[in-house]
C-alpha cells in the first residue's frame, strides 16, 4: 500500500515538474516572440529613418551640384515644396524643354515667382515653372532640374519649363529676355542632350496660344530654334 502511494506521488510529481518546464518552455517562446517583434519593429524603424535621412541628403546634394554647375547669369530661389507650385515629385525623365510666355504683359520674373510662392497659401491654383526669364533678361529658378513644375499639362513629368515675361499684348519678347532664353534653353539642352526635336512650345502640348507671338509668327519659332542651336554650338550660353 506504502509502495503503490508513493509510485502515485512520484507520478503526480513528474507531472508536476513536466507542467512547469512546460510552462516556462511556453513563457520562453512567448517572450522571445515578443522581443523579436520589438527587434524587427526598431530595425523597420531604423532602417525607415535611414532611408528617409539618404533621401533628404540626396535632395540637398543635388541641389547642391546644381548651384555649382549652373551658369552665373541663374539666379536660384527655389520655391518650398508644397503641393500648389512644387510638389517635390521627381521627373521620369527630361525629354525636352518647354518655352511659355506669362500672358501677363509687364509683370517681371520676381513677381511670377511669389506668386507661385504664394499659391501654398491662396491655393488658388496649381501653376509654376522651373524658371522665369524676366523683360530685363533676368532669370530665376523656381524648381530644380529634376523636379515637376506645373506648366506644361500631360508633359509636366518629362520636361523642364521655362516661363517668359513680356511687355505687351503681343506676347514678343524684348531683345534681353529673348537673349537670354535662347542662353538658358541652349544650357538646359546642353546639360540634358536634347537637339532641335526638344525644344518645343506650350502649344505643341496641348494646342493653347502660348507663348503667343511664336504661335502666331511661325517663322520667328523657327528662327528662335535655330538661335538655340548655334548658342550650344558655339557655346555662347556659358557666357554672361
Not at 516556462?24 to 532602417?47: D, M, S, V
Request: net charge negative; hydrophobic share 35%.
Amino acid at each position: 500500500m506504502y509502495k503503490k502511494q508513493h509510485r502515485n506521488q512520484n507520478k503526480l510529481h513528474k507531472v508536476i515538474v513536466v507542467a512547469i518546464v512546460s510552462t516556462i518552455f511556453l513563457l520562453c517562446l512567448c517572450f522571445y516572440g515578443i522581443l523579436k517583434n520589438e527587434i524587427l519593429l526598431y530595425t523597420n524603424k531604423q532602417a525607415t529613418n535611414a532611408v528617409e535621412a539618404q533621401a533628404a541628403a540626396s535632395n540637398a546634394k543635388a541641389e547642391e551640384k546644381e548651384e555649382i554647375t549652373k551658369p552665373d547669369w541663374i539666379t536660384q530661389d527655389f520655391l518650398e515644396i508644397n503641393e500648389y507650385s512644387r510638389p517635390g515629385k521627381k521627373l521620369v525623365a527630361v525629354n525636352a524643354i518647354v518655352i511659355h510666355y506669362t500672358g501677363n504683359p509687364g509683370t517681371t520674373a520676381v513677381q511670377h515667382r511669389h506668386y507661385y510662392s504664394e499659391l501654398a497659401t491662396t491655393h488658388e491654383a496649381s501653376v509654376s515653372s522651373n524658371y522665369v526669364v524676366g523683360i530685363e533678361g533676368e532669370v530665376i529658378q523656381c524648381i530644380p532640374t529634376d523636379e515637376v513644375a506645373y506648366a506644361s499639362n500631360d508633359r509636366n513629368s518629362d520636361t523642364l519649363s521655362i516661363e517668359v515675361c513680356h511687355k505687351d499684348k503681343s506676347g514678343k519678347f524684348t531683345d534681353a529676355s529673348y537673349e537670354s532664353t535662347v542662353k538658358l534653353t541652349a544650357y538646359l539642352c546642353e546639360k540634358f542632350n536634347l537637339g532641335e526635336d526638344g525644344i518645343i512650345r506650350h502649344y505643341d502640348v496641348t494646342g493653347k496660344i502660348c507663348p503667343k507671338y511664336f504661335v502666331d509668327h511661325e517663322h520667328a519659332w523657327l528662327q528662335f530654334k535655330k538661335d538655340v542651336i548655334q548658342s550650344m554650338e558655339t557655346e555662347s550660353w556659358k557666357f554672361n
